[in-house]
């Protein structure tokens, strides 16, 4: 799109927020990036597999076989890859993220161009095929906070009371509280450390912004008078909130789940490194990025998958800021009428206890 | 400020669920595992098995109710209980013999008086039952006869002779008699009341700090229930460590011995509550003592060592020492930088070294803190500048950021514009009248630091090896410790609510606008 192009759509809209972030060329660069880590972790089979993509072995074509024949095929050295098979389309790695070969911790060579840990396994794959793992749990995560945390928010700013007062000390104490700590504390006291655990900790600790910025903005559409109308119509509280109150919470909770998807990203990526993370034999970052506690010298096991960390955290704030500021319609050049709109804002923030230096504060994903 | 206790009653009740209401392994396991029977005979055979499946449960409080207990057992209940099931007979009947010799001497007081009410077959069953607590008493085998009905008069007998020392009074008496005395008598005096001393026991043992007194009080116990006994080659140490055992049995096997009256009955039904007993056992760290210690559960010397260097309180203290240390320095250091860079950055705003800034800001802000800890702990070792820098850099980053946001918003503002009109040069215009605005909130930041830094502690000091509240902390969940864990959980929710309100509080006091705001409030 070329940036002359005129603004489209209503104020706020998703539309006009559309074409503000392409403007940016930083938020072009983040989404970008986030859709080649997308592409790079659902096909993760075609960059690094222990098993050729097409493979003819004694007549028999074997298509995908590393996804759709189990362990019947893994042969361990190179040399016998190379000659079982009549024809071999194999992927740019020939290994795969689980099986372990003598080739141990060494540094990034032809075959591993990311170098092996110290099980043997090859970094490449495990970064690749971690996407998927980090990407996946991420979206999880965020998908559940994100629904738990307008719930809580949308319920609490519209019904006030006992309710609200709960959830802003929720609110209050959550956020103040170290997200690695509580996800650990959560891992330790279940009984059984269980993904499903980890997906609850993780939730856990970033619905609260969710539901910080939701509930302010319920507050604040709950005194206009189309809510009013709605109610004097006769409509139930529930159409009220899904049909008039929720849309306008909606960007907020776009804005504060993207933030969450760095900081989710992160801290599983710092319980990995403790030791404390996924409790699973599927990859992570973070559980390659560990073996360098052991092992010292081993720089390739932190700095590849800490590069793909980092960009991918990096991306994710990039377009989270620049969502923000796209889809606040306070924010984007503000006209006269739109200075009123924003004092009301403030003076609802004021009336419920969540101060204006709150959201001054936290305005962005929390530091882990 | 008020909001921190119901604050951390929300957290310990969160807590509490997520420990108690889920499955507990070793509960199930406790239930499953077929333990080597010692007593072969019938029924009976199952019995140990059952005994220590509800053993684990009372361990971990599952045997109460979770919030009210509307009718707590003590001695007389269970006592009943046990001799309903008696004279009911079958297996269930076979157990409850073992249930009411375990009770011992504490059940005499109900179940004698209430023999002659029974059928002659479970007066039979009743004195077998009473056989182990007979030789506990050191009771002359002679004189209780061959035939249960022998038994029988010889328990009635002993009722009629021995009523008036089964009396509150007259053990208390006894057992200061003993720790004055100590003497052999006084010993077999206690002997003969077996459990109904008790409560009497644990409190002198609580109160007694005289080795021998100690030791001898010990071994009294450890005869009436099944604690390990002491014996004479334990060193002062060791004997601390058992009695923290000691007092964990009574925790939880308390109302086993002591009848609820009165108003011990309604505050009962408050402590005698899963929540109650878990959280009073978390914060007095008696919850460490998780595993059996009695003679059939094993006491390792590792754990046993573990015990003996020094209670939560103690351990607690010093490890929040060094992470405390560790938080203020980088946050003393990581202002000391933010805020001249934010300035800066703000008076060459728009400037391509404000962008660099901008940029090379924005990276260190997204890198998270354990790569830049594993980063500076390869470039520069052990030194003891690296951990507090590592941990200072992040919040660094964010601080200057918002600085610079502050104070472009304050220069915007009329005022320091009246003040460049007036004549004020660039630099005073920033550094005398915008800066002491913009400089605010960013004190007031500090508050929401201490716990985000206190979460880098934790990576920062597993990286270090630095012995502080986080490395010991991931020891905790290594060995599944969950009174550390509930403590730190805690602690770490007052830290984040009192930094909050300190913020608060040092903002209120630089700037009176918020102070006029607080008072109003206060008002209202």
Known sequence: MSPAKPLTGPRGSFRRALSILARRRLARFGAAAIAVLLWLGTFADFFAADLPIIGVHHGETFFFANVTEPATLVVETEEEKRTSYEFALWPPVHHGPYVETDQRLKPPNREHPFGTDARGRDVFAQVVHGARTVLGLAFVCVALLVVLGTLAGALAGYFGGLLDLIVARLVETLTAFPAVVLVLAILALVARPSVAALVIALSLTRWTEVTRLVRAEVIRVSTQDYILAARALGASPLRILARHVFPNARAQAIVAGTFALSSTILVEASCDFLGFGLPSSAPTWGKVMAGLRDDGHAWWLFAFPGAVLFVTVISQNLLGEALRDALDPHRSVAAGHERDDDNAHRAAAENSSSSERESAIFQAAPRV | ?524
């Open chain 2, 1 to 524: 400020m008020l909001w921190a206790i119901p604050t951390l009653v929300g957290i310990s009740l969160v807590v509490f669920l997520l420990t108690s209401l889920l499955p507990d392994p070793a509960l199930e396991a406790g239930a499953s595992t077929d333990g080597t029977t010692e007593t072969a005979t019938g029924a009976i055979a199952d019995a140990p098995r059952l005994l220590r499946a509800e053993e684990a449960r009372r361990l971990r409080f599952a045997d109460l109710p979770n919030f009210i207990n509307e009718n707590p057992d003590d001695v007389r209940t269970r006592t009943q209980a046990t001799l309903d099931a008696i004279a009911a007979g079958g297996p269930d009947g076979d157990l409850a013999e073992l249930r009411l010799a375990r009770i011992g001497g504490a059940a005499l007081p109900t179940a004698l008086p209430r023999l002659s009410s029974m059928t002659t077959e479970a007066r039979r069953r009743v004195a077998r039952a009473l056989t182990p607590l007979a030789a506990r008493m050191a009771v002359d085998p002679f004189a209780l006869g061959v035939s249960p009905d022998d038994a029988l008069k010889f328990w009635e007998r002993f009722w009629q002779d021995h009523v008036m020392d089964f009396t509150p009074g007259a053990s208390k008496r006894a057992v200061e008699r003993l720790v004055r005395h100590g003497t052999e008598l006084r010993a077999e005096e206690l002997a003969s009341l077996d459990t109904y001393a008790l409560a009497d026991l644990m409190d002198a043992i609580e109160a007694t700090d005289r080795h021998d007194a100690l030791l001898q009080l010990m071994k009294i116990v450890a005869k009436i229930t099944n604690l390990a006994p002491p014996d004479e080659a334990t060193t002062p140490q060791e004997l601390e460590a058992l009695r923290a055992q000691y007092t964990f049995f009574w925790y939880v096997h308390r109302t086993d011995y002591v009848p609820l009256e009165g108003l011990d009955r309604v505050v009962a039904s408050v402590t005698e509550t899963r929540y109650a007993k878990w959280t009073l056992g978390a914060f007095t760290g008696s919850l460490e003592m998780l595993e059996p210690t009695t003679k059939s559960g094993n006491s390792s010397p590792k754990v046993a060592r573990r015990r003996a260097e020094g209670d939560l309180r103690h351990r607690l203290a010093r490890r929040a020492t060094v992470t405390l240390a560790l938080i203020f320095l980088s946050l003393f250091g990581s202002h000391l930088v933010a805020i001249p860079l934010g300035v800066f950055a703000a008076a060459r705003s728009g400037r391509r070294v404000d962008r660099l800034l901008s940029v090379v800001l924005f990276f260190i802000y997204s890198l998270p803190t354990f790569v830049i800890a594993a980063v500076f702990r390869g470039v520069s070792g052990g030194t003891v500048v690296a951990p507090v820098l590592a941990l200072s850099l992040g919040a660094a980053a964010t601080l200057s950021r918002y600085q610079r946001t502050a104070l472009l918003e304050v220069l915007t503002t009329d005022y320091v514009r009246t003040a460049r009109a007036k004549g004020a040069s660039n630099l005073r215009a920033l550094l005398v009248h915008a800066l002491r605005n913009a400089v605010l909130p960013i004190i007031a930041l500090a508050g929401v630091q201490v716990p985000q830094l206190l979460g880098g502690a934790f990576v920062v000091e597993e990286v270090w090896q630095i012995r502080g509240l986080g490395w010991e902390t991931l020891r905790a969940i290594e060995r599944r410790d969950v009174g550390w864990l509930v403590v730190v959980v805690c602690l770490t929710a007052v830290l984040a609510t009192f930094a909050l309100v300190g913020a608060d509080l040092v903002q209120a006091a630089l700037d009176p606008r918020a102070r006029e705001t607080f008072r109003r409030r206060g008002e209202a």
